[in-house]
């Protein structure tokens, strides 16, 4: 059985060989800079002065978030559910640069996730897109997450999924009527100089077709 591209698109991101020790540090301090719009809008919209919640994160990475959440007090409990093997090697690796002592990282698919049990989550975290990586995996897919995730939550638990309309994307490829590449430069700190990219897109099913270079 072929295996759907979007389940593989993070395999061998964050190779841990890519990384000395110091370059790993480095990269770790950033990454837990850059949850602070994550953490902040939890704060403000999710908790009050005493929440201590049980969290968990589909498509968690690295858990940079959840440390974060974990540094800030803010976690009681967290699991992190991760299908790249190489990213949840690192976060295992970046756990214990982070001293986590509440958070486990998973290496499963989360639609084999949706079939088990787990519950009594205060909160529920689908950052990056996941979700709209996920739905096109199988005709199903977002109905079972979803499913999942209100059998999951407490009552008055929340879900929070970050999701994109591409409207940027999509005027520049009515415009250029063809391949789009597109070039991002990361920071000092990211042992990784550029991202090279082309999209293109499949009007025919209304989806993206993203290449990294």
Known sequence: MEIHPNLLAYDNVEQ??????????????EKLKLTSKHVSFIQRNCINFSWHGKVCEIGSGNSKLLYSLENEKLLREGIGIEISKSRFEFAEKFKIYAKSQTVTNLNEDILKIVKSSFD???????????????????????????????????PKGFLILELWDFEHILKQLDLIKDNLQMWEEFSQNDPFQFLLSQINLNEEKNIFKERFY
């Not at 841990?16 to 301090?29: A, S």
């Not at 975290?125 to 199988?138: A, C, F, K, R, Y």
Request: charge should be negative; charged fraction near 20%; aromatic fraction near 12%.
């Open 16 to 29: 841990l060989e890519n990384f000395t020790e110091e370059t790993f540090n480095r990269y770790c301090t």
């Open 120 to 154: 009594n989550f205060d909160l529920i975290i689908g950052v990056d897109i996941v979700l709209q990586l996920i739905s096109p995996i199988t005709k199903t897919a977002e109905k079972d997450i979803l499913s999942w995730v209100f059998n999951s939550l407490k």
